[in-house]
Structure formats: C-alpha cells, structure tokens
C-alpha cells in the first residue's frame, strides 16, 4: 500500500486494498461476520470507511421475520458516518443518506423524492445491488454523502438518519405550533420524535410506552410526561396530561393494539401520522375515523431537505442518553441481541472495541 488518507484526527491510515470484515444478516435470526473484498467504486460512486453503523429497528424486525417488505439475506448498515477513503474528499467525515431516487419521476420532480417511483436503498436491499454499512467499507453515490459540521461527533453524526425520518413526519402532519401532541413508542424513533416535534412548535408532548426505563428516558430527553401504554385507562391520562386530546398523534409503534388505541387518545378532526413500519394489515377503528374526521397520514423516511435540516440539528443531539452500546463488527451477533433487550437504546456497530 503505498498511498495513504488523513483522517479527521490527523492520523494517516493506508489506503484501502484487499479484504474487509462485513456483516450479513444471511436468514431468519442469523448474523455474521465475514471477510469479503473490498468493494471498488464505480462511476459516480465513493468509498467510505465506515466509523459507526447503527442497528434499525427495521434490521431487527427483518431479522425476526416481521418486516413487510425486507428480509434476509441482506448486508445491513443504512445508517452510518464515516470517512471518504480515496479520491476527492479523501480524509472527509459523512454522513449516509440511504435512500436513492431517480431525481426525473412524478414525485422527484415535486420535491417528494422519498415517494419515488424507483426508489432504491443502501442498506436495506435483499438483492444485494446496494449493501449497506455494516463493514470496515461501503459503496455510496457521492450525492448520499453530506459532510458533517465540525462540532458534531461520531455519536450524533450516527443518529442523523434516524432523525431525519421524525423531522419529516413533523412536517407533513401540519402546523405543530401550540399543538398538543403524543408520541406512541419511546424506542429510537419515539425519542427522536419527541425533539423534532418540540422543534417544530408542539406546546406539549406525552409518549407512551409498556417499558418503564424507556418512559424515563423519554422525559429526560423534552416529554413531558409518559405513560404505561398498556394502561386500560390510558386515553383518560392522555386527556388529562394534554387537557384534551391530542392534536397529532405520532404512532412509532405502529402494531395492531397501537391502531386500535388511535381515536381514543386523539380529539375530532385530529391527524394520526404513522411514522413506524406495521408488520401486517392493522385492524383500525375505521366508524371513529369516517365519524370524528379523523386524518390518517403515512410518513415514509424523508427528503432531502428533510435529511439537511436533521443534519443542522445533530450537534444537538443527547447522544449520550440515546446511544446505550457499541460493538465492533466481529460481535454483531451480540450487537444485534442487545438492540431487542428492554430498556436498550440505538445500537451502534464499528471496527473498533465494542462497548
């Protein structure tokens, strides 16, 4: 290896040849490490040496089987940070933005490129056209990959994709100035609703939730209260804790008791924005919903300027209370397990030590 790249820190590393460590999530329950050769761009494409990957609840649902559209076998890693590895930009910090659109259909040329007609994913791709980066490397076209400010680190770079999905969902379910919001699921994306619906005006926020230790962590990190989800007289407390029903209702949860929890916690005319992905047809309590004017809106990951504007606000980001573990590529077995435990948060992977 004769050339080499400087990397953020100022130190040198070698430019990259021969083979790397990659995760596979090879079937149902099964994750692995193994070494593969490293990948070479092509046109339009850059290298990156990957710093942290973050583990999806997406991933984990698609490992257990309960994904409706994505299974194994796939090559993980849709959201992650790293370093430009060779050519221009060398030595330059990124973030992924995983989804790849076409920029000529209908809703590209309207500015809703998350619709496209052929959208595309790294990361999340079981013809294995586009892996992800769970791996010492990865492929991206180089519009996928916007710099990162100085200021934020590692952590917060790595919770960029994950916000940029909450940052859309507030924008498309209307003007949340004053509103009265609540957040159903305080996992990842529960939390990272909660900042982003405060960001976007919401005047009160209470998330609901069976595990206690996530309902802690969602008031430490802006709600302003949370409630066992489970509670036979939950939509009583949500109408006391928002001195009526909400305004919006965010479901990040997104299961068949979820939907059926819907028009009890929400007033007339309310917007019901389905933010997490259902693993199945849900039953809905569609009389309460014609009855009451009730909206029911799909938010499907984001936009460009949806992706910019969760960027701008990373530096921000409670990583410290949002990230619970790292695990180095070898472990992702163990990483994995760890994502699906109570109480864990984002989960991230990389090529050094683990947690």
Known sequence: MDAATREPDGSMTPEPDGSMIRVTATAIGRVAAGSVEIPAPEAGQVLVRTRYAGICGSDTHALAGQHPLLAPPYVPGHEAVGVIASGDGAGRRVVLKPNVVCGVCVNCRAGRTNACE??????????????????????????????????????????????????????????????????????????????????????????????????????????????????????????????????VLFDCVASAGSARQWPELVRRAATIAVV??????????????????????????????????????????????????RFAFADAATAFDRAVEPGAGKVLIGPGAGS
């Not at 770079?157 to 940052?167: R, S």
């Not at 997490?276 to 849900?282: E, I, K, M, S, T």
């Not at 014609?290 to 530096?315: P, W």
């Open 118 to 247: 052929v959208l595309a994913w790294i990361g999340c791709d079981p013809t294995g056209a586009r892996p992800g980066a769970m791996g010492e490397f990865f492929l991206a076209p180089s519009g996928n990959l916007y710099p990162v400010p100085d200021g934020v680190d590692d952590d917060q770079a790595a919770l960029v994709e994950c916000l940029a999905t909450p940052v859309h969902a507030a924008r498309i379910a209307g003007d949340l100035a004053g509103a009265g919001v609540v957040v159903l699921g305080a996992g990842t994306i529960g939390v990272l609703m909660i900042i982003a619906a405060r960001a976007a005006g919401a005047e009160r926020i209470v998330v609901t939730d069976p595990d206690p230790v996530k309902r802690e962590r969602a008031v430490r990190l802006g709600a302003d209260a949370a409630l066992d989800a489970l509670a036979a007289d939950l939509g009583d407390r949500v109408r006391r804790e928002l001195g009526g029903g909400a305004d």
């Open 276 to 325: 997490g992905v259902p693993a199945a047809d849900l039953v809905t309590p569609m009389p309460a919903i014609q009855d009451r004017e009730l909206r029911v809106q799909g938010c499907a990951s984001y936009t460009e300027d949806d992706f910019a504007a969760a960027l701008a606000m990373a530096a921000d980001l409670p990583a410290a209370e949002i990230v619970s573990d």
